[in-house]
């Protein structure tokens, strides 16, 4: 039995808020999160909620198979502020 996802399935969504504040040096520092979110409705209200508290906050999600190392490309679902670059 293979654990490879057939095209007519659809892999598992990884779906991600993180808020980020200045530190002393003046280096965006993560100060929330990752924190995995049930639905990208969610995630996006999470992330409203924490803009107006942090220097910037980001929410994003990908098709993710950790168990096979596999994930798509991160679409963003929310950004306000300063956010670092994500890789």
Known sequence: ???????????????????????????????????????EERAIRTAQALASKHAGVIAWSREANPALGEYGEPVTLFMAGEVPDME
């Open 1 to 39: 039995m293979s654990n490879h996802v057939t095209p007519q399935q659809k892999m598992p969504k990884l779906i991600v808020v993180m808020a980020f504040d200045r530190d002393e040096e003046g280096e965006l520092q993560t100060v929330f999160g990752p924190a995995e979110q049930q639905s």
